[in-house]
Nanobody, 120 residues
Framework: VQLQASGGGLVQAGGSLRLSCAASGRTFSTYTMGWFRQAPGKEREFVAGISGRSGRLYYADSVKGRFTISTDNAKKTGYLQMNSLKPEDTAIYYC??????????????WGQGTLVTVSS
């Protein structure tokens, strides 16, 4: 599977963005897909995940209540709705499949990343 992330951009603090992750090949219905981010000078961190089988959602504490992850298997696309954005949300956001817990697997496919910049 190949993943294509999009939807990043520049937004003011308090604003919203919706990221998309389009999959070629299989849908997200079998595996858990997730979103990760990497801020300048920091390690990549888990943001949100959604189980393809159970539909269970899980989030990093830093984004709970502000971000919502979802998938549309008919469109083979995952989404990350980001509201109430803060400057500390500035990062390159990546989508991945085969996420277990808050970890991607060695066999996970990754999107190319989309830059989100939140100005204060």
């Amino acid at each position: 599977v190949q993943l294509q992330a999009s939807g990043g951009g520049l937004v003011q603090a308090g604003g919203s963005l919706r990221l998309s992750c389009a999959a070629s090949g299989r849908t997200f219905s079998t595996y858990t897909m997730g979103w990760f981010r990497q801020a300048p000078g920091k390690e990549r961190e888990f943001v949100a995940g959604i189980s393809g089988r159970s539909g269970r959602l899980y989030y990093a504490d830093s984004v709970k209540g502000r971000f919502t992850i979802s998938t549309d298997n008919a469109k083979k696309t995952g989404y990350l709705q980001m509201n109430s954005l803060k400057p500390e949300d500035t990062a390159i956001y990546y989508c991945a499949d085969k996420v277990v817990g808050a970890q991607a697997m060695p066999s996970s496919a990754w999107g190319q990343g989309t830059l989100v910049t939140v100005s204060s």
